[in-house]
């Protein structure tokens, strides 16, 4: 697969403190590149820096083959950028907006089917003060595709975003990713990214720490799975310890937890037990790795701390 992104030893430094540590990656054309991590991490500086915002300290960008800090205008005008918050003209309306920030591209657009991409097209005589919190993000998303961009950027885009509003976010990106976007994205939130994200790089203290495919993320070594039941009579913490692949056992009163680093082997183990001994499991759950696990096994703490 073709990278469209390569990024070596990308550094940013404000005097005395690093905002971006030598980190290194690549981003795949048409791919949703994740980048994971809590506030001041430096995810939004290593978006900014790619995209041609702010000067690199040190190292090197390339985007479509473009060094960043060589071909700054070349790049702009491959790319589409979503910021944390945006500002747009007052006093036009959404379809007068687009036309105008297509015409800063020299370029002319169908604004409606653009407002339809995004599910705005009722909304197209309006201005941006008249709509909702997750419609000001999708109009945001349209006005970065106004130039047929070959990356679109989005940064924290679901951030103070009500539930609904996010999924409907999420159906768009995984939309437009679909008709052959590029899209990278930087986001704190785990299901965000577990949803939408083919890989993700996680961030931490200015560094990638971890950088890999959702599912080889979740499958960490040092990772495990739990087993949460009750019984309706008391069985044998030592015999629940001699299960397959069991790493320890928790039980208060008839409930017990069994933390397993193959859940495939200790299932059918412990069904086999049970009817065996003759007790009952009852409100038997499965309980897999989340991201939220790999960053606290990763770094230590976890991502809201």
């Known amino acids: 697969m073709d990278s469209i992104i390569e990024v070596r030893n990308l550094t940013k430094q404000y005097k005395t403190v690093t905002a971006v540590d030598g980190i290194s990656f690549i981003v795949n054309q048409g791919e949703i590149f994740g980048i994971l991590g809590p506030n001041g991490a430096g995810k939004t500086t290593t978006l ?69 991409e995004v599910q705005l097209q009722e909304k197209a005589k309006s201005q941006v003060k008249e709509l909702s919190g997750g419609q000001k993000q999708r ?70 720490v971890a950088l890999d495919k959702t599912e080889n993320l979740l499958k960490l070594p040092s990772l495990s799975s739990s087993i949460h039941f009750r019984v309706n009579k008391p069985c044998s913490i030592e015999h629940l310890k001699n299960l397959p692949a069991v790493i320890e056992v928790d039980a208060e009163d008839h409930s017990y937890k069994l933390n397993t680093n193959n859940a495939e082997e200790t299932l059918p183990a412990l069904f086999k037990h049970a009817k065996e001994c003759g007790f009952n499991l009852v409100d038997l759950q499965l309980h897999q790795p989340t991201l939220e696990d790999v960053f606290l096994k990763l770094t230590g703490h976890a991502l809201r701390e």
């Open 139 to 208: 109009f945001s998303i349209a006005a970065a595709l106004v130039n047929d961009p070959k990356v679109l950027f989005l940064d924290e885009p679901t951030t103070g975003l009500d539930p609904q509003a996010r999924r409907h976010l999420w159906d768009l990106i995984s939309s437009i990713n679909k008709k052959g976007k590029t899209i990278v994205l930087t986001t704190h939130y785990m299901d965000e990214a577990e949803i939408l994200c083919d890989r993700i790089a996680i961030m931490d203290h200015a560094k990638i």
């Open 48 to 116: 900014e820096m790619i995209e041609g915002l702010k000067p690199i300290s040190s190292g090197l960008a390339l985007l479509d083959g473009n060094d960043v800090a060589k071909h700054t205008h070349k790049v702009k005008s491959l790319i589409g950028v979503q910021l944390q918050s945006s500002s747009f003209f007052e006093g036009l309306t959404l379809l007068e907006l687009l036309d105008t920030f297509a015409a800063l591209y020299g370029r002319r657009v169908d604004a409606v089917e653009l407002l339809a």
